[in-house]
Every structure is written in structure tokens, then in C-alpha cells.
């Protein structure tokens, strides 16, 4: 009996000095964190504190005299800005606009900007618009709007010195790559209307689709078109200065494509939020060889659905490096009456792979550049006796009734030729790939 108390006193003791030892440990472990906690408590206020003091040392000491509220506008914008590109500060002039619906017309110019290294770039312009019809083109950097300086300007700064009443001149003056001097282009402001889906054919097997903007008509349009086009054995997919638009619609079309597996998936700060976007068999329309065509002028939604094809070896990627934009803005509201607000970036858009397209873009798999189709010397001549040809044919048809000659027009217009297949390089080595890929599909 006293070996056992002696047992179970030592035990005691053990147990005891463990759990003292435990409770030490915790406390130890507390007064670390309250340490850490009261450390980023100080320097949280010393970094107020210091934003503080430059600001009321501006307000009393700056050449000029600025009010409290310019001040601290400016500052928000300074801090907007430093985050990225797509980032910005809305006052209440600017947030006011942004809310505007259609009770007052807007013009536009139809291009798609962003912000590369600072410089105000040209994304595309949107085919059949005004800025297009002017001659604007993907990469060209604009250095003035009217008569203002596009240097340290914001993207939506930008953007609200381009739109304007419809009918009303702009001038551009830009610099463009291969040219001595700035450009200065005029166009005239007009309601943007866009085609974004349209097809053709080439030849008898392939199918063209061209998708100029992803707005809420595309998923429908091309559905359409897949549908109505029963005989193709292949498919050319157009995302060539497609600035990008709704992401529904992008995961749409990858899911026309693709059976299974993710699409895009959407990252934030914190992980546990990520989101992802997933394709459905019930949705498919094609498993036709399929080639995407992308350049400088494919961006977001563009580089969404290039991407997720390319990473689930669905398509063929031919062209130049798109623009490389894939983050999330959202605009939250900054005061109680929500007169301002801010532009946020606040996640990331990942591939299939795990790679993203901020910043980064889309590298083809076959590299293709714009312009002419390089043909010899005797190709030339071929190609000009072909030219002979349609216009002997063309005199024949004079001959014939009106209505047949607007019947071949009509039917012209929905097929891509020969001789547009060597005006457009990219477009050629598409082709020749694809007819590659349907003829090992036999």
C-alpha cells in the first residue's frame, strides 16, 4: 500500500510538473502572439500615423493651395494606381458616369485598351466600328487624346476622354511600331453596334467562325451556326483582336469543345475562395479537329477559351502571343451615400494546367505572323491568271439575268476563297494545319 502511494505521488508529480510545463508553454506561446499582435497594432498606427502627417504636412506647406478633400483624392488614386492596372479610384464625377445607363447616348470608338508598361496600349479595335474603319490597330500606343497627355493617366481616365456624344470628332495621336513619327488619326464617335458571331466557308470540309467580342448573343450565335453547318469535317475558331467580354459566355464556348475537366478557375487571396468552372458532355456540339487563331488583340475571355482548348489539347493555337489580362475588377462602393468607389482587382484567372494569363498571355503552338502569304515568282503569275479567270467569268455573267448575279454575290460572301486564304497568312497556316489534323482523324 505504501509502494503504491509512493507510486502514485511520483505520478502525481509527473503529471503536475507536465501539465505545468503545458500551461507554460501555452502562456509562453499567448504572450508571443499578444507580442506579435501589439507589434502589428504599432505598426499599423505608425503607418497611419505617417500617411497622416505627409498629408496635413501637404494641406499646410504645398506651393498651391489644396483642400483636404484634393488631397486625399489624389491620394487614393496614387494608391489605386500603384496596385495595377486595372485598379483605380472613382470619385464622385467619374462614379456618376460609370452609373450612367442609357438615359444619356453615348458614343464610343469601338477599341479596347489597357495598360502595357505604363503606356496606354490599343488592345484591338472591334471590326466594323469607327476607330477600325480609321485604321487604329492592336499594339499601337496612344500618347494624346485630343489635346491631352495620356501620361500618367488612368485606364478609366482614358476611357472617359474617348467616349463622348455621337457624331463628334477625336483625335488620336499614337505611336505605332515600324513608323519615324507620331500618328495622329481622326474619327468620329458613333453607337457601337457589334456582329460577334459570324461564319463562312472554306472549301467544302471546314468551317470559319469568327467571334469578334464575347457579349451575352455568342453562345447562341455560335450554337447556331455549328448547328446549321451539318457537312464540316473541321473547324477554324477567330479570336484575332477579340478584346474579351462576359466570362459565362467564354466557359460557354470551351464547352462546345471540350467534354470534361475544368475550364478556368478563379483565385483570390485567400485560397479557400477559389472557384471553378467546369465542362459538361451534355453540352458538346464538336469534337471536330479544331484550330484557334489568336494574335496581340486576344485578351481575357479570348485568352480564357484559347487556353483551356490549348491545355486540354483540344485545339491547335496558331498566331502571335495574345495581350495577357486575366484578372477579376470589382467596383465597391467607398461612402454611406455610394457617390464613390473603387475599382479592386481581386482574383486571378488560372487554366486547366494551373498557369495564368496575367501578364503572361497565350503562347501558340505554331507561331504565325500577320500579312500576305510569301509566294514565288511563279505563284505570282498563278495566281494572277486566276484573277483573269474571275473576271472573264464576271464579264460572262453580265450577259445573264440581274437576279443570278446577285445570287453568286450573296453566296460569295459566305465563303472564304482561295485568294483571301494568300492575303491572310495566319489564316493559311491554320487551314493547312487543320487539313493536316482531318486527315489524320481518317
Known amino acids: 500500500m505504501k509502494s503504491f502511494l509512493v507510486s502514485f505521488a511520483l505520478l502525481f508529480m509527473v503529471n503536475t510538473q507536465a501539465l505545468s510545463n503545458s500551461v507554460n508553454e501555452l502562456e509562453t506561446k ?68 460609370m452609373q450612367i445607363q442609357t438615359d444619356g447616348e453615348f458614343g464610343g470608338l469601338g477599341i479596347t485598351v489597357g495598360m502595357r508598361d505604363s503606356a496606354l496600349t490599343v488592345i484591338s479595335p472591334i471590326e466594323g466600328t469607327p476607330a477600325d474603319k480609321a485604321g487604329v490597330k492592336s499594339g499601337d500606343i496612344i500618347l494624346k487624346i485630343d489635346e491631352q497627355s495620356t501620361l500618367n493617366i488612368t485606364l478609366d481616365e482614358a476611357v472617359g476622354l474617348m467616349r463622348g456624344k455621337p457624331k463628334t470628332p477625336i483625335v488620336l495621336t499614337i505611336v505605332r511600331k515600324g513608323e519615324n513619327k507620331p500618328i495622329s488619326i481622326e474619327i468620329i464617335r458613333d453607337i457601337i453596334k457589334i456582329q460577334s458571331v459570324y461564319s463562312k466557308k472554306i472549301g467544302d470540309d471546314i468551317l470559319y467562325l469568327r467571334v469578334t467580342s464575347f457579349d451575352k448573343k455568342v453562345n447562341e450565335g455560335l450554337k447556331k451556326a455549328i448547328q446549321n453547318h451539318k457537312t464540316f469535317k473541321g473547324i477554324i475558331l477567330d479570336l484575332r483582336n477579340n478584346p474579351g467580354g462576359l466570362l459565362t459566355q467564354a466557359i460557354d464556348v470551351t464547352d462546345f469543345f471540350v467534354s470534361s475537366g475544368v475550364i478556368v478557375s478563379q483565385k483570390g487571396r485567400d485560397a479557400s475562395s477559389e472557384e471553378k468552372f467546369t465542362a459538361k458532355s451534355a453540352t458538346t456540339l464538336s469534337k471536330a479537329p479544331l484550330v484557334v487563331l489568336v494574335n496581340g488583340g486576344s485578351a481575357s475571355a479570348s485568352e480564357i477559351v484559347a487556353g483551356a482548348l490549348q491545355d486540354h489539347k483540344r485545339a491547335i493555337v496558331v498566331g502571335e502571343k495574345t495581350f495577357g489580362k486575366g484578372s477579376v475588377q470589382v467596383v465597391l462602393p467607398i461612402n454611406q451615400d455610394k457617390t464613390e468607389g473603387i475599382k479592386l482587382t481581386i482574383a486571378k484567372y488560372y487554366l486547366p494546367s494551373g498557369r495564368t494569363i496575367q501578364a503572361t498571355g497565350i503562347t501558340p503552338d505554331i507561331i504565325a505572323y500577320t500579312g500576305d502569304v510569301p ?13 483573269l479567270k474571275k473576271h472573264l467569268e464576271g464579264e460572262l455573267e453580265k450577259v445573264n439575268h440581274d437576279v443570278k448575279k446577285k445570287e453568286v454575290k450573296t453566296e460569295k460572301s459566305d465563303v472564304i476563297t482561295k485568294e483571301d486564304l494568300f492575303k ?4 493559311k497556316t491554320g487551314v493547312d494545319i487543320l487539313r493536316s489534323l482531318i486527315i489524320l482523324e481518317k
Do not use: C, P, W
Not at 514565288?376 to 503569275?381: G, L, Q, R, V, Y
Open 424 to 427: 491572310d497568312n495566319q489564316l
Open 375 to 387: 509566294q514565288e515568282s511563279d505563284s505570282e503569275f498563278k495566281i494572277k491568271e486566276a484573277d
Open 30 to 97: 499567448s504572450d508571443i502572439q499578444s507580442i506579435d499582435e501589439n507589434e502589428d497594432t504599432q505598426t499599423r498606427f505608425d503607418s497611419l500615423s505617417k500617411l497622416t502627417k505627409v498629408i496635413g504636412t501637404v494641406e499646410k506647406y504645398y506651393v498651391d493651395d489644396l483642400k483636404l478633400q484634393e488631397i486625399v483624392d489624389k491620394t487614393l488614386k496614387g494608391l489605386m494606381h500603384e496596385l495595377d492596372a486595372h485598379s483605380s479610384y472613382m470619385d464622385k464625377k467619374y462614379f456618376k458616369e
